[in-house]
């Protein structure tokens, strides 16, 4: 069975531009959510959706949004890129539950590696 | 607001010992709690997810209890192998800013070397 797929792997952005980040969950699983991970601040929830509605949203300016289709993929958009933005992007899925209460382990890509010059 | 700590933040061990790595939150009123483990440059992997009605769960060499009342997890390692050398983390839902909202916090993590 096919893990979590996120495309692409890097991402070289210049300030003020926008990107957008893709993700395929694992077969089945209709919640997906998104993470940034920095050295300095950890891993910090970003959002979630399970059957294309976001369910909850962590403290990250509007900038940040993101979608989730018929399908389960979800993208993850962010505009107008800051030097700060720079980070690791992780999505996961998880077959039932969401994030209050996942019944279901949570199964994680390897993540997007944004750089912001 | 939820905040997760875990102590050590780093900890070298010599090949067959065990160890605990320690996961502290401070509300209590949680669902479950997941442990993961992440080896550089990659995604997190799930070791155990811990429901608020059981008080731990095993997989092979790892063992992971839950104290609700206390805001405490532990995971303990049996025979630690090279291996086992990673960053693991632990997680727990908790409130969000947003009304009715929920998100999933993560502590910094307790990297392991595990030295042959």
């Known amino acids: 069975k096919a893990g979590v797929t996120q495309t692409p792997r890097y991402l070289i952005k210049t300030r003020g531009q926008q990107v957008t980040l893709s993700c395929s969950p694992i077969s089945g699983h209709r919640s997906v959510s998104w993470y940034q991970q920095t050295p300095g601040q950890g891993l910090q929830f970003l959002f979630e959706y399970f059957s294309e509605t976001q369910r909850n949203k962590g403290n990250f300016p509007g900038r940040f949004s993101g979608r989730q289709f018929s399908n389960s993929r979800s993208e993850m958009n962010v505009s107008t890129l800051e030097l700060g933005d720079s980070a690791l992007y992780l999505c996961?899925?998880?077959?039932?539950?969401?994030?209050?209460?996942?019944?279901?382990?949570?199964?994680f890509g390897n993540g997007t590696r944004l750089t912001v010059t | 607001k939820q905040e997760v700590t875990q102590i050590p933040a780093a900890l070298s061990v010599p090949e067959g010992e065990n160890l605990v790595l320690n996961c502290s939150f401070t509300?209590?009123?949680?669902?479950?709690l997941q442990w993961f483990r992440q080896d550089p440059g990659k995604g997190l992997t799930s070791l155990l997810l811990?429901?608020?009605?059981?008080r731990e769960q095993t997989s092979g060499r790892l063992n992971a209890s839950l104290d609700k009342s206390s805001g405490r997890s532990t995971l303990y390692i049996a025979a630690s192998q090279p291996g086992d050398s990673a960053t693991y983390l632990c997680a727990v839902p908790g409130s969000a800013p947003g009304a009715g909202s929920y998100q999933l916090t993560f502590g910094k993590g307790t990297k392991l070397s595990v030295i042959p």
């Open positions: 996961a899925s998880s077959l039932v539950g969401t994030v209050r209460s996942y019944n279901s382990p949570l199964h």
């Open positions: 509300d209590s009123a949680i669902y479950n």
């Open positions: 811990i429901q608020s009605s059981q």
